[in-house]
Every structure is written in C-alpha cells, then in structure tokens.
C-alpha cells in the first residue's frame, strides 16, 4: 500500500513547507496571516508586487481611511446579503482601533463615521508588518504562482517564482481588478473557477461617471464646480459632494450610487438636498419677486451651474411671473435633475470591485470553500463591495480575521 502523499512530500526536496499560504500581501492578507500566525501557525504571505499593501498606501489620499465607525452589513453589496454579517460581528471596528491605538497611531474622524491617520498610510502597513513579524508571519514579495495543485489527503502544493512551496490551507487573497499599475489582477477569480467556484460579473465600483454627446456638451465646461447633493438610483440615495469633471461627474455622492447604478438605468440629482425645493421656491416668490431665478439659484447653488440650469433646462424670469405649475416644474429639475450617464471611468479609477466570488461557495463564519477544504477566499476576491468610507478596509479586515482563525 503506498503512504499517503503530504503536501510536504509533494513539494519535493528544498520544498517550503508551510501551515498556511495566503496569496496577496493586501489588508485582508496580512490580517488573515496575522491572525493565523497569533494561533501558532507557521504562514508565509507571498505576492507578486514589489511591495506589500500598495493600495492601504494609496487609500484614502495617503491618509488610509482605515474603518467606519457605523460599520453595518446594510452598507455591503452582494448577491447575499446577509453573507458578512458574521465576519463583521466578530471582527468590528473598535477591534482594528484598538490595534491601531496599541501601535500608538494617532487618527481622527472626518465625517460619517470614517476614520483617517493623522499623519500616513505608510503607519498602518508599518503597523501590519510589525504584528507580522511579532508572530513570525513571512512575507515574501516578488513571488508569481504559477501551478497549484490540490492533493488528495489535503493540502496544496504551489509552483512560484520563489520554488515549490507545500501548505495546509490556502488562502484567497488577490483583490479586485481595480487600478491594474496596483497590481490588480483577475488571478483570485481564475483560481476560484479552476477549484469548480462560480464568479460572479465583475464591475467598477465607487468609480466616477462619463458622460457623452449632447450630455457631456452642456456641462463639461462647469468641470471643477462642486457642490452638495443627494443622489437617487433606483430607489438608493447618497448625500454628499459632487465635482462635474471634463468627462463627466465624481466625488463620494457620485463614487457611492455609481456601485449601484447600471448603463441605462435611471439616475437623479437633487440639487438642493435636505430642502423641500418647491417650498424654497414658492418662499423665493412671495419674498423677492422682483429677482430672477437665475439670482435666486446663483444664491443657492455655483453662480455656473445655476446659470447653465438657466440655459438648458429652465428659463429665467421675475420669480414673481411663474404661475404654480411653472414654480412645481422647476422644483422637479432641482430635486430630480435627470442625468444620463453613459459609463463609468473603469478599472483605472475605480476604488472596488463589485461581483467576485460567489458566496454560496464559501463558508461565511470561516471564509473556507465549501468543496475544497482548506482553502479560503478572503477581501476583495469575494463578492461583498462596501461604500465608500472605510468600509471596503473593514471587510479586509473582519474576513482575513474570520480566516485566519481557523486556517
Ligand atoms: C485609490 C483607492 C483608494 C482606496 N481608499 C480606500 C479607503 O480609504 N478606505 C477603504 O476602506 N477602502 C479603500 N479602497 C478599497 C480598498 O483598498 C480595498 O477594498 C482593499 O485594499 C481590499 O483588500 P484586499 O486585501 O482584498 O486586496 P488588495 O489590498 O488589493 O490586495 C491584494 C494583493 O494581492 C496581490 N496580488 C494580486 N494578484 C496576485 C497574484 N496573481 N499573485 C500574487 N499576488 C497577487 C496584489 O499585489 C495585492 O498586494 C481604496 C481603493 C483604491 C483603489
């Protein structure tokens, strides 16, 4: 009777023999290697940039807008809704800031909730390195994998530019296709459907909006106006600012429904958010029916955007000259400025990406396949997309965790 092949002995002489291998030196990587390693594990976290964490460097303006403080499962995407909410129960955000104030990082909170470094996103990849290094976690950089090999009696054998390696439990961690001079790659979803995973369609997410023809015509010359907004699609609404830019509009209202809104479908802008604009106006009339719309919005809104409004959508006159039904038409294109996007910047630009890896595949408490045992799917690869505002990072953070307790 032959002995049973390890993964060890299958990796051959000079082999690397490891408990856990995850793939990906990104937030849900080192957090997953972290975790492991704090258990006794021997991990070694391998990726193929040349340096681990480039998009915690770039994140958040190079501030690292590392959690949200109001981290709920209402503010992911995904086919399954309910599939983070037992990662993020067990790995919140007062636990990342209980490590982040451990490693004595100063951090403020800019709005709704979101936490920023006062000083770098270089302190908390510092920070991630040193809790690596504590519990003798690896880390190597410049490792490309090639073939991965699954064995019988578990584990898995690796083929990568740094030799053979052998692991117990593999781990998932190669993000989205967002920003590919990142190192983005579609390696996480090719993997997952070579191990009999469903992917679901990947897209852009949190991403700027392009406009084109006659769209793009009547307001590209406006670009650098910005301006407060709330923006509606498909029955979801985003307040926040908005920038008409040369190819079309961006900011965090427009970044936020851009993860929801599809070509084609329907999108509106309120341009006056949290003020009843049919009421604003009829209180315009009665006060100063002698000025103009074009004055009276110029107040409200940029003096430019206002009169573009002017131009294209509405005309100007006395306010004191609209008869009720004028004053109600106006007020819709305030509250419900229609827009018609025709796209979205792409992969370039974008911050996330939505789809991935199916969640019925996955164990939601232990982020392991459920077919293939031992090997885990964390972060981005997975199709759970938070908001923008620190989210996306507390996802990498409670599914690495959930990982690398049991990997
Ligand atoms: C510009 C920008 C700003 C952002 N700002 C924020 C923010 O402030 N707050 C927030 O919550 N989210 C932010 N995000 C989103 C956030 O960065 C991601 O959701 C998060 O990094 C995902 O973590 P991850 O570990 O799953 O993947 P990543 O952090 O993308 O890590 C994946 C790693 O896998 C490696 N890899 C890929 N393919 C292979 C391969 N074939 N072999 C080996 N290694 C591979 C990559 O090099 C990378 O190091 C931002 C994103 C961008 C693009």
């Given amino acids: 009777m032959s002995r049973p092949e390890t993964a060890a002995r299958a990796a051959g002489a000079g082999h690397d023999d490891w408990d856990v291998i995850v793939i990906g030196a990104g937030a849900a990587g080192l957090m997953c290697a972290i975790t492991a390693g704090a258990r006794g594990r021997r991990a070694l976290v391998i990726d193929h940039a040349n340096k681990v964490g480039k998009k915690i460097l770039m994140s958040g303006g190079g501030r690292c807008n590392f959690t949200n403080t109001g981290t709920t499962p209402a503010q992911y995407l995904s086919a399954n809704p309910h599939f983070c909410k037992s990662a993020l129960a067990r790995y919140t955000p007062a636990d990342f800031i209980a490590l982040v104030d451990s490693h004595g990082i100063a951090w403020h909170e800019k709005e709704l909730g979101q936490l920023f470094c006062d000083g770098s996103s270089k302190q908390i990849v510092r ?18 994998v090639g073939d991965i090999r699954r064995l019988e009696q578990g584990g898995f054998v690796l083929a990568t530019t740094s030799g053979r390696l052998a692991c117990e439990s593999l781990v998932i961690a190669t ?6 001079s ?7 979803y090719e993997l997952a459907r070579r191990f009999g995973h469903e992917v679901l369609p990947t ?21 650098g106006v910005a301006l407060d907004i709330s923006a509606h699609c498909k029955g979801v609404a985003f307040r926040n600012r908005m920038l008409i830019t040369h190819r079309g509009l961006s900011g965090p209202a427009i970044l936020q429904i851009s993860s929801y809104w599809r070509p084609g479908d329907e999108l509106r802008l309120d341009l006056l958010p949290g003020e009843d604009a049919l009421a604003w106006l009829q209180r315009q009339q009665h006060e100063r029916g002698a ?23 509405l ?3 006395p306010m004191r000259q609209y008869t009720p039904a004028q004053l109600h038409d106006i007020a819709t294109v305030l ?17 996330v990406t939505l789809g991935g890896v199916d969640t019925r595949g996955i164990s939601s408490k232990t982020m392991m396949s459920n077919t293939v045992p031992g090997l885990f799917f964390i972060g981005e690869v997975v199709d759970v997309t938070g908001w923008l505002g620190g989210y996306n990072f507390q996802w990498a953070w409670a599914s690495g965790h959930a990982a690398g307790s049991v990997a």
């Fill in 127 to 144: 920070m991630l390195l040193d809790e690596a290094e504590a519990v003798e976690v690896q880390v190597r950089t410049h490792c490309s």
């Fill in 175 to 180: 993000g989205g296709l967002s920003i590919p």
């Fill in 182 to 188: 990142m190192g983005a790659s579609g390696f996480g």
């Fill in 203 to 223: 897209r852009a997410g949190l991403v700027p909006l392009t406009l084109s023809g006659k769209h793009l015509e009547r307001i590209n010359d406006l670009s």
């Fill in 291 to 313: 000025a103009e719309l074009k004055t009276v919005l110029s107040e409200h809104l940029p003096r430019r955007l206002a009169q573009r409004l002017c131009e294209v959508w």
């Fill in 315 to 317: 005309e100007s006159r």
């Fill in 335 to 351: 509250s419900a400025w229609p827009v018609v996007a025709s796209g979205t910047e792409g992969w370039r630009t974008a911050e």
